[in-house]
């Protein structure tokens, strides 16, 4: 990686802080919009404004991790203003600047090819997302100490989804005593939730199921829990969504059933800030390099 790449960050939380300090050494210049109340003790770290920043020296540009939606609002935990990404300021940028966020939502792939920059999605990468698996899990555990009156030993947990971060949930609360119940849609899922002591079951068993679960754990980004579902569920049954917008949870029927029903967007930013942000934070410096 040359020592003259700049960085431009745009919004985020306190994952951003983290990036900041791995690769502040590295990079030549780092440029912040939307960290007006964060406090950076970094020289060549500099914050600055849309209609202030140099963006013609920017190489990359990182984004909030969840993305940026449909109105173009980069979030900022550190700042009151409204930060609108838009094709302008993308295109005052570098040429070939390359665009990296969490997740890619339609704004952004959209904005990508009105200017004709790379997009990176840092959670499309295997390693990442089985990294950052670990503080969702770990945040998902506290929520469910949290907001039931049962132990999670013994509990009847039903995980939606085997993959990445599901089977990082599946064998966290197995591990304090929960019977863990997988959600799964190909027979070799099957075999390996066998293997590591869940209970498989297939979509179609899935209403007869679900009646019985005290904790469900949505991990799947479309909707699995509907009206038909949440109506079957116990009413001291607990949903926690972590699906990315707009979630796996038919919320209107969740509040008309007086289900209770978690949608912690963002979790490992909130349970485990440096961890999440180290993981990153070290990514990208091996992408920049």
């Known amino acids: ?110 904005l990508a090819t009105e200017t004709n920059r790379q997009l990176v999605a840092l959670f499309a990468r295997n390693d990442v997302a089985i990294l950052n698996s670990i503080p969702t899990a770990e945040g998902a555990l506290m929520l469910a100490i949290k907001h039931t009156d049962i132990t999670i030993h ?31 849609n190909k027979k070799e899922d099957e075999a390996r939730a066998m293997e590591m002591g869940f209970h498989p079951l297939l979509e179609a068993s899935l209403e007869s199921a679900i009646p019985s679960q005290h904790i469900v754990i949505n991990t799947i980004p479309a909707l699995i829990l509907t009206a038909t579902l949440i109506k079957k569920m116990s009413s001291d049954a607990l949903i926690i969504d972590l699906a990315s917008k707009p979630g796996g949870t038919d919320f209107t029927a969740a509040k008309k059933h007086n289900i209770q029903t978690l949608w912690p967007l963002g979790l490992p930013a909130k349970v485990a800030p440096r961890t999440a942000g180290t993981i990153i934070g070290k990514t990208l410096l091996e992408l920049l390099k």
Not at 71 to 83: C, H, L, P, R, V
């Open 154 to 184: 013994n509990a009847n947990v039903l995980v939606l989804g085997f993959g990445r971060i599901g089977k990082t949930i599946a064998r966290l609360f197995s591990a304090v005593g929960a019977k863990v119940t997988v959600l799964v």
């Open 1 to 110: 990686m040359s020592h003259n790449h700049v960085l431009l960050i745009i919004g985020g939380d306190y994952r951003q802080l983290e990036v900041i300090r791995i690769l502040a050494p590295k990079l030549s210049k780092i440029y912040l919009i939307g960290f007006e109340d964060a406090s950076i003790p970094y020289k060549d770290v500099i914050k600055v404004t849309g209609q202030t920043a140099p963006l013609h020296e920017v190489d990359s540009i990182l984004l909030p991790i969840p993305g940026i939606q449909d109105n173009g609002i980069a979030d900022s935990t550190f700042s009151k203003e409204k930060m609108i990404l838009t094709k302008e300021l993308i295109n005052k940028t570098k040429p070939n600047s390359t665009i990296y966020s969490g997740i890619i939502t339609p704004f952004l792939k959209q």
